[in-house]
């Protein structure tokens, strides 16, 4: 019998072997209609929401960016076109497959951007390098969260900011309204358009399963960043967690 950890991969209890494999598979199915995807299901929501963390940023010219889990690359464009040809922006993700299809976007749009695949709880970057570090929907799928915290503190210079987007706990009175979106409409819509109704079911059962809006700003606190506000967006359904390194 094996002595290894288990963890949640949705709403089942898996070794952490299993959900770094299972995670893996998710967006590797999903990769090719992930933006058409997110574009049905936040009804184009999700492009304010990211606009609305480059603003928060305060990122300017010429400053230092590391994009985690930056997927197909939304962010890294806006940051991008921020940061100018004097700043530093690193696109990274574990899965292959979205980091090529973001890799690829970039290039087609004439922003050359350095690619990494690499894990978010080992991040291959030194200390103190970056001025923001950046996290969309992508820290719930994390298994080590509070390592992968640590990590991003860790590269972020004093003044850095750490900036988390990640789905969260909505507004109370709309939560039965929300559970029948998520675990009904959620699935049927994966399996119409992205022919994958199981990946869309895990998304579903990993965002009731992700800490809610209190619970993560003290995670973040606990990862050693020294101050930690959030936003809640559409009644809670997203927050915008940023956090400053002393």
Not at 206 to 225: F, K, N, V, W, Y
Request: with cysteine; net charge neutral.
């Amino acid at each position: 019998m094996s002595d290894e950890n288990t963890t949640h991969f949705g709403f089942q209890s898996v070794s952490e072997t299993e959900k770094t494999r299972k995670v893996r598979e998710v967006f590797h199915s999903v990769a090719r209609r992930y933006d058409l995807m997110n574009d049905v299901m936040s009804a184009g929501m999700h492009r304010l929401w990211k606009r609305f963390t480059i603003e928060v940023s305060g990122v300017k010219p010429g400053d230092r960016v590391l994009d985690i889990a930056g997927g197909t690359g939304d962010l890294s464009r806006l940051f991008s076109r921020r940061i100018g040809a004097d700043g530093q922006l690193i696109l990274t993700d574990i899965n292959a497959a979205m980091l090529e299809i973001g890799r690829d976007r970039l290039l087609d749009e004439g922003l050359p951007t350095p690619a990494v695949q690499c894990d978010a709880e080992k991040l291959p970057f030194p200390d103190n390098h970056f001025d923001c570090v950046c996290v969309a929907f992508g820290l719930r799928n994390m298994t080590h969260k509070d390592q992968a915290l640590k990590e991003m503190q860790r590269v972020l210079k004093p003044g850095g900011r750490l900036l988390v987007l990640e789905f969260s706990q909505v507004w109370k009175p709309l939560a039965p309204l929300y559970d029948v979106y998520s675990f009904k409409l959620l699935p049927l819509m994966g399996k119409l358009l992205a022919k994958d109704a199981e990946s869309y079911q895990y998304l579903a059962e990993s965002i009731r399963m992700h800490p809610d809006q209190e619970t993560l700003r003290q995670m973040m606190l606990d990862a050693g960043l020294a101050k930690v506000d959030f936003y809640n967006l559409a009644a809670g359904v997203v927050a915008l967690h940023k956090g400053w390194k002393a």
